[in-house]
């Protein structure tokens, strides 16, 4: 086995996993004469059910033989050394001294099937780390636990104990995706989409990724010649820097990768944890990161085998305008209502495209999109065909939808065979939703000519949109240069960091506060008002107090000097009834007042996954209720930022309105920029820097950080 560096970062190596995917021996330690266990299963999967000529042993302390093959009493009674795969079905208690015995016989990946380890707390987490511990000792990778194996279809190979292998890939037509998930139950749910013409030619179930994770496998798939297209479905994420680097490399290969990530709430996340010992992380993040590095994040089942069904047959292309065909007036409405309600645009017709339809249709057809044939193409189906090749004909359609609501069995049938004939040869893309309870002929066509239907109005629209979006994401990120005048050197500061030290250190880098001065009594702060000039702002300085708010910490927009000396004793008081200690309390930052502007929140926080986040949108103390804030996974270009910037609704009001000025954006970015740059100069000891609020003033006046925290 050998690895190789991710060309996204160095830093990240993955496994070739040559031996493991295409093996020329396999050993079954667990293998069993007993019809229906799984040790007999997997041994058939292996034996009868692959296209494997390679060597095969079997591993049973009875001893005896299986369909012609020894059953060796343990793995050291072996006769051969350095075997590629073993296939662990053993307990639990037992998995730590079969590994040894697997190492010390050279076998380079172990597929440890078995159940009750980490999932099930303290006690098997200690056993998987002593598991890992042995293979990494002997150089041995290990795939799993609890995992329900490999399945590949290109050639056939069943390392896995499930009974429906037998069945995978024989029928439908074999599609050029990859599969990896971490359960095995959404999997093979997944697998058995062939049933509606989606036919995954490999799926890697990675269960508790103890050492190979989803990221090698994802990886291994956005370099392999047989694949197209990557699903996964993701319950946590180990390691955000590894996932990142295989996101990266399957963009990079144009392999789209779609992903579904369970645990999106507080509920799931503690499913999660009990299934796999997952983490599941925080869901926005995670929406962020996928995002940010091309991940086409679905919300279900459906939507992967949808998605994946669509970008098969069609490939990568904006699928926005959309031309509804149907039979059935209130369908074409009701997909019409969908279109729109998507996002997505109902296709213009040429007057040609129009023309061309009328020559065959009859006088009371709609021949405007939606088009209507109306019953009469129940009846005819060679009228189908004929009005069908104009639209696919047409440049200002990107896909054709065709609802088909009922099923009439032999006229449905010929109606779709038509269709089919004209869509095949098209050059566009043809959605055929079934919305009919009942299957038959014609559904099975569909699936048989390779054109998955869909099941839905609303679940063809996500899909179009899915792929609409993802062709129209921007070029990756290329690295930048740092914005000019930042320290050579990294900074010294004792964590937390109060206001008026955080103020400090982003004044090094660039972003400045208003004029301020630290007062000890009520006339320290009544002179250094009077010095600043009013109107002012009072906060209270206290260790420990990094949100001053919350506890009247803070007085605004103070007049003259009694107003300044009233609310300095009213914030001390305010402090000591919210029990901060008297040594703590250090006086007030009085501060000039900023009275115009727009109130940003920037912040970047350490993520337990994923690492450096940023956070920007709307400020202020009410940031909590606008909820108007998104995330960036840095580093992050210029570009990147201002992206994630528009998706705020506030970043509206930076643009100018109704006669009010624009405000300084250029200078915001910049200020993210330097704040970004400062977090990253202070180290992994720090957790979170926020910067609320950040007030962007009018075009060519910069910004101002009013507040600043760092933890």
């Known amino acids: 086995m050998s690895t190789s560096a991710s060309s996204f970062d160095p830093n990240v190596r993955f496994d070739d996993l040559v031996a493991l995917t295409r093996p020329r021996s396999v050993m079954i330690v667990g293998a069993s004469s007993t019809p229906g266990t799984l040790g007999h299963t997997t041994v058939v999967n292996v034996l009868q059910h692959s296209d494997f000529d390679g060597e095969v042993y079997l591993v049973n302390p009875k001893g005896g033989e299986l369909f012609g093959k020894a059953l060796h009493p ?27 015995a697997c190492a010390r016989q050279g076998v380079r990946y172990v597929i440890v099937f078995t159940g009750g380890f980490a999932e099930l707390g303290d006690a098997g987490r200690t056993v998987e780390a002593d598991m890992l511990a042995v293979a990494r000792s002997a150089g041995m990778r290990l795939y799993g636990p609890n995992c329900a194996g490999m399945t590949m279809l290109a050639p056939r190979l069943g390392l896995t104990f499930s009974t429906e292998f037998r069945n995978d890939g024989r029928t439908g037509k074999l599609s050029r995706i990859g599969l990896v998930t971490q359960g095995g139950g959404l999997g093979r749910s997944l697998m058995q989409g062939n049933e509606r013409g989606v036919c995954f030619s490999r799926w890697f179930s990675t269960g508790n990724e103890l050492d190979l994770d989803s990221a090698d496998f994802i990886n291994w798939l956005a370099h392999d010649p047989g694949t197209d297209l990557i699903c996964t479905v993701l319950e946590g994420i180990g390691s955000g820097t590894r996932f990142i680097a295989a996101a990266a490399a399957a963009r990079q290969a144009g392999k789209p990768l779609i992903a579904l ?49 669509l970008i098969s047959r ?31 645009a109902m296709a213009h017709l040429a007057d040609e495209t129009v023309a061309e339809m009328a020559r065959h249709a009859p006088a009371y057809a709609a021949l405007t999109n939606p088009v209507d044939l109306t019953t009469k193409a129940l009846v005819d189906p060679e009228l189908a065909r004929r009005c069908l090749a104009p639209l696919f004909a047409d440049p200002g359609v990107d896909a054709v939808l065709y609802p088909i609501t009922s099923n009439y069995s032999a006229s449905t049938e010929g109606l779709v065979r038509n269709m089919l004939d004209v869509a095949k040869g098209g050059g566009k893309a043809f959605v055929p939703v079934w919305m009919s309870s009942r299957r038959g002929p014609a559904h099975d066509l569909l699936i048989q000519e390779g054109f998955a239907p869909v099941y839905s109005l609303r679940n063809a629209m996500h899909a179009l949109r899915r792929v609409s979006a993802y062709a129209a994401l921007p070029a990756e990120d290329t690295p930048e240069a740092p914005p000019e005048g930042l320290p050579r050197a990294a900074p010294a500061v004792a964590l937390p960091c109060n206001e008026a030290q955080a103020k400090a250190l982003l004044a090094q880098f660039g972003v400045r506060a208003p004029a301020e001065a630290q007062a000890g009594t009520a006339q320290e702060a009544a002179a250094a008002a009077r010095q600043i000039g009013f109107p002012v702002a009072l906060k209270l300085v206290a260790g420990g107090v990094l949100h001053k708010s919350d506890i009247g910490g803070v007085q605004l927009r103070l007049r003259n000097e009694d107003e300044v000396r009233e609310a300095f004793e009213r914030i001390l008081a305010n402090a000591t009834r ?18 115009d502007g727009v ?40 570009a990147r930022i201002e992206e994630a910037l528009d998706k705020t609704r506030i970043s509206r009001r930076l643009a100018g309105h109704r006669g009010l000025a624009p405000r300084d954006r250029a200078a915001l970015v910049d200020a993210v920029r330097r704040i970004a740059a400062l977090f990253s100069a202070l180290g992994d000891g720090v957790q979170s820097l926020e910067v609320n609020p950040l007030v962007v003033l009018d075009a060519g006046l910069g910004v101002v950080a009013l507040d600043a925290v760092i933890e």
């Not at 343990?74 to 730590?96: F, H, K, M, R, T």
């Not at 919210?578 to 009275?595: F, K, N, Q, T």
């Open 599 to 638: 109130e940003m929140l920037v912040g970047v926080h350490r993520d337990a996954v994923f690492g450096p986040v940023l956070s920007v949108g709307a400020g202020g103390v009410w940031v909590e209720v606008d909820a108007d804030v998104v995330r960036c996974h840095l580093p992050a270009s210029r």
């Open 578 to 595: 919210h029990g901060v200690p008297a040594h703590a309390i250090r006086g007030v930052l009085v501060s000039e007042m900023v009275v």
């Open 314 to 344: 069609v490939g990568v292309r904006s699928l926005r305008r959309i031309c509804v065909y149907s039979s059935s007036g209130g369908a074409g409405v009701l997909s019409a209502d969908k279109v729109g309600e998507a996002g997505l």
């Open 74 to 100: 343990s793995v050291a009674d072996l006769p051969v050394q350095g075997i590629d795969v073993a296939l662990l079905l053993v307990p639990a208690e037992a998995a730590v001294d079969t590994l040894r």
């Open 261 to 309: 990530k369970i645990g999106r709430s507080e509920f799931g996340k503690k499913a999660a944890q009990s299934h796999t010992a997952s983490l599941a992380g925080e869901d926005a993040v995670n929406d962020a990161v996928f995002s940010q590095y091309g991940v086409i994040r679905v919300e279900d089942l459906d939507e992967m085998l949808d998605v994946a069904g």
